[in-house]
C-alpha cells in the first residue's frame, strides 16, 4: 500500500469523523473534543445500573453535552488535577427515548433484578414519588451530568458513602451517618462543581445541572452514537 492510498484512506475517515460530530444538533458537542482525558463510563450503555440492561438510545460510550456544560466541565478538571484527582462521568445528556425505556421499566413492579444493589430498601412503585424517576429529565436537555472524583494515578472512585445510582437516603447530599472522609469527598465535589456554576440535586450527590442551561425547556431524543 502507498502514499498516496494511505493518505487517501486517512482522509476519508477524517471526513468521516468530521461528518459523524457535525451530526449532533447545534450547541452540543462530544464531550472528549474538550476535555480529551475524561474518564466515560456510561452506565445506561451497560447493564451495570438500576435496570440490569442496556438502555434506549445508548449506542455508544461518548459523552455528549452541551457545549457550554462541557467547557465549564473543563474547568472542574483542570482544578482537580491540580490536587492529582479526575472527574469520572457515569451519564451526561440522556435520549427522551432512555427515560421512556425508564418509564416501563418503573411500570413492572415484578422486576426488581437489581432491588438488593440499587434500591434495598425503596419500594419499586414509589421511585416516582421519592423523585428518583420522573418522566421528564433534565439530562435531556444536555446540560445535566451524573459523576464522581476518581484517585488520578490509579483511576479508583473516592469513597463518598453510597454507589452511584443508589436510590436511598445514604446518597442524598444531607445524609448525616458518614465517615469523616465521605463528608470530606463528598464537600470537595460539591465545592468545586458549585464553583463552576453547577447546582447540586439534594437526594444525589453526584447530580449536577448548569445554571442558566441554553436549553432550559427542550427535552431532546437523538441517539448517543
Given amino acids: ?77 483542570d482544578e482537580l488535577q491540580e490536587q492529582n ?32 444493589q440499587f434500591y434495598p430498601e425503596a419500594e419499586k412503585r414509589n421511585l416516582f414519588q ?6 421528564r429529565s433534565g439530562h435531556s436537555r444536555g446540560s445535566t451530568i451524573d459523576l464522581t472524583i476518581i484517585d488520578g494515578q490509579t483511576g479508583v472512585p473516592l469513597d463518598m458513602g ?3 445510582d443508589y436510590f436511598g437516603k445514604e446518597s442524598w447530599i444531607a445524609h448525616e451517618p458518614l465517615t469523616d472522609l465521605q463528608k470530606q469527598n463528598r464537600q470537595l465535589l460539591q465545592t468545586v462543581m458549585l464553583k463552576h ?6 437526594k444525589e450527590w453526584w447530580h449536577f445541572t448548569l445554571r442558566w442551561e441554553p436549553f432550559p425547556k427542550t427535552y431532546f431524543d437523538f441517539e448517543i452514537e
Avoid: H
Avoid at 34 to 42: A, C, G, M, Q, S
Avoid at 130 to 135: D, L, P, Q, R, T
Avoid at 197 to 202: E, G, I
Fill in 130 to 135: 421519592a423523585g428518583y424517576i420522573a418522566s
Fill in 162 to 164: 453510597s454507589p452511584f
Fill in 1 to 77: 500500500m502507498n502514499y498516496k492510498t494511505l493518505l487517501y484512506i486517512g482522509s476519508f475517515f477524517l471526513l468521516s469523523f468530521t461528518i459523524q460530530q457535525q451530526t449532533l444538533p447545534e450547541g452540543f458537542v462530544y464531550v472528549k473534543s474538550i476535555i480529551p482525558d475524561l474518564d466515560v463510563e456510561l452506565r445506561y450503555f451497560t447493564t451495570n445500573n438500576f435496570v440490569g440492561d442496556t438502555i434506549d438510545g445508548y449506542e455508544a460510550n461518548r459523552l455528549i453535552l452541551t457545549k457550554a456544560t462541557a467547557e465549564k466541565l473543563k474547568l472542574v478538571q
Fill in 85 to 116: 484527582l479526575c472527574l469520572k462521568v457515569y451519564d451526561g445528556y440522556r435520549p427522551q427515548r432512555a427515560v421512556n425505556n425508564f418509564i416501563t421499566w418503573a411500570r413492572d413492579l415484578n422486576d426488581t433484578i437489581k432491588k438488593s
Fill in 197 to 202: 456554576n453547577f447546582r447540586n440535586y439534594s
